[in-house]
């Protein structure tokens, strides 16, 4: 196979998959990694694909259109449901604080929530609060700011000077992308002003990403992965995403 071939098929083979591993494709294509890299960074340039470390994403992974909650909330629903599960074992003891971010995933976090388990919740997210607010065990407060249509929640210089104030044991956090080299990231700067205070006033830092985020860079970066405490997420990761994370400090847990 000729190297514009080679790199046409692989081209088309990320685009299919969404992201494929250096070695992988170097197993497929039976050529080392180093040729693999050579043809990854032809195609980068051809705007065919973007590299990420340790192999490729479609070019459009680097998302700068922002999908709203409801089409968020369909996509990857049973490894969703699995993620929101196993973070119920991160919740901390009764009488907490914990705070919860917008994201179709800690929208299903919040209705698993034990009703038998006393916490006090801060959340911007509007479906959050609104799940919340029948929980009898669940001290509910909601953030101020102006509500975004796309995602439900509030954002804006109130919402961030509130949570420069404030102190919670855990936050459960979303994010549109997960990689290295940028971090835990999202489109929208105004989200990712409250996405970093969350990060900072809380005691430990808990992402909930499925395996689609991982690889993918939004452009506004929150938080980097060293200021992360866990990442839950599926077993559809990468295992040499999942190694890198875990050598940066941060626990990654799959369910």
Request: glycine residues 6%.
């Amino acid at each position: 196979m000729y190297a514009e071939e080679r790199q046409q098929a692989m081209a088309q083979l990320v685009a299919e998959h969404g992201r494929l591993s250096v070695n992988v494709l170097a197993e497929r294509y039976d050529v080392t990694t180093e040729t693999v890299r050579r043809d990854l960074s032809s195609l980068e340039r051809m705007g065919l694909v973007r590299r990420v470390h340790g192999g490729a994403v479609p070019s459009d992974s680097l998302a700068v259109i922002e999908s709203g909650l409801i089409e968020r909330d369909q996509a990857n629903t049973p490894q969703k449901e699995r993620i929101a599960r196993a973070a119920l074992e991160l919740l901390p003891p009764a009488g907490s604080t914990v705070l919860m971010d917008a994201g179709s995933t800690t929208n299903r976090l919040a209705s698993l929530l034990p009703r038998d388990h006393r916490l006090v919740v801060l959340t911007h997210a509007v479906p959050v609060a609104a799940r919340l607010a029948g929980n009898p065990q669940v001290e509910l407060h909601l953030l101020p700011g102006r509500v975004r249509a796309t995602t439900q929640a509030a954002v804006g210089a109130d919402t961030v000077a509130a949570l420069e104030r404030l102190r919670a044991d855990v936050v459960f956090l979303g994010s549109n992308g997960v990689t290295a080299e940028h971090g835990l990231s999202t489109p929208d700067h105004d989200e990712a002003a409250v996405k970093r205070a969350m990060v900072h006033c809380a005691r430990q830092v808990v992402a909930l990403a499925d395996a689609s985020k991982v690889g993918v860079e939004a452009p506004v970066r929150f938080a980097s992965l060293d200021e992360v405490d866990v990442l839950v997420t599926d077993t559809g990761i990468d295992p040499a995403d999942q190694a890198t994370f875990a050598a940066s400090g941060m626990e990654v847990r799959t369910a």
